[in-house]
């Protein structure tokens, strides 16, 4: 009860505060604002009042129940600037416009981005600056004690679990990330001011760059602004991918650990080296110049591994091949423990050994080398975690395809849609929902359907589907 209060309040505290900023801009939201910050307020203090005097320790299962009430539950409370404010979504395509945003996805159903207010379009990028260090601590605190998908070998060496408590002491870790966090964000604030963008522009930018959300200040995207602007973007969409704790390993030790997030981070550069080498090759024999062959690849293959969903061009005009490509790569991911979505590049490895090792122990049967990862053992719990995490996330999928399907969509804007939620990246393929689409047209039943699987992405599946087994709460 405390925590949720305290997380409520603080949002209805950064309501009240952005309305300030919107009499800054003088753009007509601060009623929606300040209106939504006492909406939320109330609430938020009778919750404090309610847990006030109770110890305030975080234990397993009451985080896990915070986090699923948190990830379904703020984006209600999120929407109302959007329904509020000059906007007038109504409350679909509101709560869309937030879960999309908290969970970094960066589907959008507003049109006119351009013309639109600044406090909103401000508003819409913290949403997933909070969202992406928000990942960042599930990813540290929580999904490594559930064991899904293998995220137990990002254990950290000081965490303990002892009585159930997720950390011993988390605060100093808090500190670090979110000064990591920052930092990065000011830099990629930096990049894009120098090379071209409006201070606004900038700051908009920054905070869904390196959140890997992708929210855009405009209909075009990064296709609206300097060339320049799009390496800046590329550098920090990759930051973000990256995974945070190698950050606070080189700020401690001057160098990456050896065996913690190397490993990973030596795939996701090699993932993205060849993918763009090769999108590089079909534009230079569609007669494209180096030059511009060379940015829109790396550009666009970064933005979709990274589940940013940036774009500077509709690369479904770059043929059949490269469509199919794009379909893929939106299933990859960053690194665990990053602001990225979608599968993660250390799963692919897990699976590459384990394939691997299968093969060596078929030619040679009596053969007993253990499997590593990075340097560290890799037993059979976690290969089969993985292969687990890797089931249910197919399954996923093809279930968000069906049921996509069943609302009214045609067959590739159900099968991409399903991924880019899943995924969280953002935009799908297809007339309707492609890099150069929007989801405003989508009906109804089918923006709550993604939604769904945007937040079940976010969380990696097994941390909602957790919250409904009854040994769960009963243990």
């Not at 605190?141 to 950390?167: C, H, I, N, W, Y």
Request: aromatic letters at 10%.
């Amino acid at each position: 009860m405390l925590t949720s209060g305290w997380l409520l309040a603080g949002m209805a505290g950064l309501a009240a505060l952005h309305g300030a900023v919107a009499q800054f801009f003088s753009d007509g939201q601060a009623p929606a604002f300040y209106a939504t910050a006492v909406i939320g307020f109330v609430p938020g203090v009778l919750a404090l009042a309610a847990g006030w005097g109770t110890k305030p320790d975080l234990h397993f299962r009451q985080a896990v129940l915070i986090t699923v009430l948190a990830w379904f539950g703020l984006p209600v409370f999120c929407a109302l600037p959007f329904i509020l404010g000059s906007w007038h979504l109504g409350f679909v395509d509101a709560l869309f416009e937030s879960v999309s945003g908290l969970t970094t996805t960066g589907s959008t159903v507003v049109i006119g981005l351009d013309d639109s207010p600044p406090s909103l379009l401000l508003w819409r990028s913290i949403l997933q600056w909070i969202g992406g260090v928000g990942i960042i601590a599930l990813s540290i605190a929580l999904l490594p004690f559930l064991k899904v998908g293998g995220m137990q070998l990002f254990k950290m060496e000081s965490s303990d679990r002892t009585g159930e408590k997720l950390l011993a002491s988390p605060n100093q870790l808090a500190v670090a990330i979110g000064a990591i966090y920052l930092g990065l964000t000011i830099a990629c604030l930096i990049g894009y001011r120098v090379t071209g963008m409006t201070g606004f522009e900038a700051l908009c930018h920054a905070l869904t760059t390196v959140s890997t959300g992708g929210y855009s200040t405009s209909d075009a995207s990064l296709g609206n602004f300097p060339v320049a602007t799009h390496w800046v973007a590329t550098i920090f969409m990759a930051a973000g991918a990256l995974p945070f704790m190698a950050y606070v390993r080189l700020a401690r030790n001057n160098v990456f650990r050896p065996g913690r997030g190397l490993g990973q981070v030596g795939g996701f550069f090699l993932v993205i080296g060849l993918a763009s080498a090769v999108i590089c090759t079909l534009r230079l024999i569609e007669d494209q110049s180096l030059p511009v062959a060379i940015r829109q690849a790396v550009f666009n293959v970064t933005s979709v591994v990274t589940t940013t969903g940036y774009a500077t061009a509709d690369y479904q005009l770059w043929g059949s091949f490269a469509i199919a490509a794009f379909f893929f790569l939106t299933f990859v991911g960053g690194c665990a423990g990053s602001t990225a979505g979608g599968f993660k590049i250390f799963r692919f490895e897990v699976l590459a050994k384990a394939l691997w090792e299968n093969l060596n122990r078929t030619a040679q049967p009596h053969s007993l080398a253990p499997m590593r990862i990075n340097g560290q053992r890799l037993r059979a719990e976690d290969v089969a975690s993985v292969a687990l995490f890797s089931a249910v996330y197919v399954a996923t999928f093809a279930i968000g395809a069906l049921v996509l399907g069943a609302t009214g969509l045609d067959l590739m804007t159900s099968l991409s849609g399903s991924a880019t939620a899943l995924a969280n990246v953002g935009p799908g393929l297809g007339a309707v929902i492609g890099p150069a689409g929007n989801f405003s047209g989508l009906p109804h039943s089918t923006k709550l359907v993604l939604g769904a699987i945007m937040v079940l992405g976010r969380l990696e599946i097994f941390t909602v589907l957790v919250f409904f087994v009854p040994r769960f709460h009963t243990a």
